[in-house]
């Protein structure tokens, strides 16, 4: 086990643990941001740099400070290590110029983009973003692309965070999906715009922090926070059943996994389940969930007004 | 003049096939580590040395090599990095094109001594008449008994490929390249872990890069202590440098480090000159990433002693009137040219280089470039100075890989020392689309 204090926050966490699963046990302002970190899938994080954080005191061994901020899902924890995020100067300013760096050239669409009130970077700007910008340039633009029947890529509000590159690895049967080219025009490719078809390819919508893939099915359907999330399950034989609908009266509009209180998936779920099983008659609804993220989506308090209560 | 260690025949005719290479005492280093020494003592020898690497980092390379990983049953690698793709850069292919047969000999001798049995030459795909040089150059190391099973007799086994990347100055990047030889996209890794440790298929991996080991061709030969006695303090033996810019003679010359600045630029031994009689207005020491230096601590430190051609002395200073050795490529600007043109150059190779894994490089080379295109065409703003300067300071440290920094720091250096340039190209919109900015109309330090 290890000691360690994050904005004079102590904890204690098993050795090998990031400095940013150990905030996250703490809880509360102190968690770095993470936009591609993903804790169910392997080899995820690094290359966003919003989690950035200041290691004061290396550990009880070597108190030395580290000389550079370090990426908070990607570094362990030391005995003793003391980290700064939120009470560093030195993170938060260079936590808003990531946030400005991931929207120089997002398309900030968000009154027409189907993530709005359940994007990250739309949380992330409002939190930790200044509200000008100070690019002057055209900003890059892609053609959508349908990635087969049920899945809509609008590359230009991607943020390059590789997990749907990590879903279609490590969830699918055969990796037909990955990114091309280089910088700030590397693209989220199927190659040959080959349709990603395989059972469990809807993922990379809920794993996706943005409006870069979205759900065909539930295009320009309702805006998310209309719509009533409940905690319904049914048997399948492909996965594990459990799923959240999001009610509009007594129709279904979507089916997505669940997402934990860090917005991330335990329980992939298939596309059968997501895409072919709308009906609520083909689902026990267990009752409102409770969506604790600070989005627009939590703003509705359906569990209040939830006739079942889990 | 100093002495060669590397290209000291690389004139002979004929050089490049193996009889001739061999005439000159090629291929002795293996002969002496494989018969005489054990894998422990040529690592001993290098650390005597003191070679530090060659490909722009200078770490010391024996350190390097102890670091290795040496877990039972698992195969460990040497790669050659011959990506050389830094702008500037040019003495690997030099080398290769001229000697292959020293770098097949420094991979054999070191190979040998991290116990390495299969090693691979992994080369920038734009150097591809080069592939055929080495390829060749190989084949005949094969028929001679040089590479293959157990060479001379010593039990020694040892196979020899070289790869050909793509074309991306990434690829350079240890942990990328590595990615780009398992076949993959040239990524850089996320350290740790390092390559000593998990490098290629996960196996215990050095990469140094072609001069590093060629250089260990000699060390084993005439010892490390010899080697060790060319240079001064911590800048041991010689150095390949590429010298290109405004000057009367450009090319790759070996130097011994230690040789004064001004004597590399001025005499006729190295560059020359400043061609056609021009005054000499910057100089890059060490490739397009490291800091651009003044006309007047170019030949002088900031503490008015003479600058060396060393790790330590060409770094004297700090950032803030120091550069670096870097990998070498030394590049020379005569009076007439502009050193914004030149930072905007210098931000569209980071640009199309980045590989885009994080977003503070990504969007920030991308977004550099464009500022600095404004500029050069008579379209800046006086902000545009210090926005440039905070991007670069936004980058640099934040990033995965160094190529962040290699982007930062060639724009806070021209801002720190050219600042008045940049404000020129914004006060004289008209002008600099007309010609460039050069000494012109600034007082020369007397005696530059
Ligand atoms: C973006 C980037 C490009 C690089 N390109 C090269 C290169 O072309 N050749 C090289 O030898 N080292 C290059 N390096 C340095 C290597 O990562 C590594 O440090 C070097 O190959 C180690 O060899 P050495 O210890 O012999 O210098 C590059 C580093 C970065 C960050
Ligand atoms: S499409 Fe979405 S999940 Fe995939 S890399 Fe882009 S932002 Fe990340
Ligand atoms: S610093 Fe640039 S080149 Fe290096 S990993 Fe990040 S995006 Fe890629
Ligand atoms: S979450 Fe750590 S770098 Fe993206």
Known sequence: MAKVTIDGFETEVPDGTTILNAARQIGG???????????????????????????????????????????????????????????????????????????????????????????????????????????????????????????????????????????????????????????????????????????????????????????????????????????????????????????????????TARKDQNGEVHDFICNTCRFHTKSPDQWTIEGARQIDRHSVISQGHYSENAQTVR | MGRKLLLEHAHVPGINTYEVYRKHGGYRSVEKALKSMTPDEVVEEVKKSGLRGRGGAGFPTGMKWSFLAKPEGVPRYLVCNADESEPGTFKDRYLMEKIPHLLIEGMITSSYALGANTSYIYIRGEYSWIVFILEKAIKEAYAAGWLGKNIMGSGFDFDLYVNPGAGAYICGEETALIESLEGKRGNPRIKPPFPAVKGLWQCPTVVNNVETIAAVVPIVNDGGEEYAKIGIGKSTGTKLISASGNINKPGVYEIELGVSVEDFIYSDEWCGGIKNGKRIKACVPGGSSV????????????????????????????????SMLGSGGFIVYDEDQCIVRNTFNFSRFYHHESCGQCSPCREGTGWMEKVLWRMENGQGKMSDIDLLADIAKKIEGNTICPLGDAAAWPVSAAIRHFREEFEWHVNEPKACMERNYGLVKEPVAAGV
């Not at chain 1, 302002?29 to 004061?56: E, F, Q, W």
């Not at chain 1, 959508?144 to 230009?156: A, N, R, S």
């Not at chain 1, 359907?221 to 048997?235: E, G, I, Q, T």
Request: hydrophobic content about 35%; overall charge neutral.
């Open chain 2, 291 to 322: 800091p651009i230096l003044p006309h007047f601590l170019i030949t002088k430190t900031a503490a008015g002693e003479n600058r060396l051609m060393t790790y330590e002395s060409l770094a004297d200073g700090g950032f803030a009137t120091g």
């Open chain 1, 29 to 255: 302002d102190i968690v770095p941001p993470a936009m591609c970190y993903y804790s169910t899938l392997k080899g995820s994080g690094g290359k966003c740099r919003t989690c950035l954080v200041k290691v004061t005191k290396g550990s009880e061994k070597d108190p030395r400070p580290m000389p550079k901020l370090v990426a908070s899902c990607q570094t362990t924890v030391m005995d003793g290590m003391e980290v700064a995020n939120i009470t560093s100067e030195e993170v938060t300013k260079a936590r808003a110029g990531v946030v400005e760096f991931l929207l120089l050239n997002h398309p900030l669409d968000c009154p027409i983009c189907d993530q709005a009130g359940e994007c990250s970077l739309q949380d992330l700007a409002f939190e930790h973003g200044a509200a000008g910008t100070r690019y002057e340039f055209d900003r890059r633009t892609f053609e959508k692309i349908d990635i087969g029947p049920y899945i809509k890529l609008h590359m230009t509000r991607c943020i390059l965070c590789y997990r749907c590159v990590f879903v279609a690895n490590q969830l699918t049967d055969q990796r037909v999906h990955g990114i091309i080219g280089r910088g700030d025009h590397a693209e989220i490719s199927t190659y040959i715009e080959k349709a990603i078809e395989n059972d469990f390819s809807g993922n990379v919508i809920d794993v996706c922090p943005v409006g870069a893939l979205t759900d065909r099915t539930f295009r320009f359907k309702s805006r998310v926070w209309f719509l009533n999330p409940m905690d319904a399950h049914r048997d399948c034989p492909t996965c594990s059943g459990k799923a959240v609908v999001w009610m509009y009266g007594k129709e279904i509009y979507r089916v």
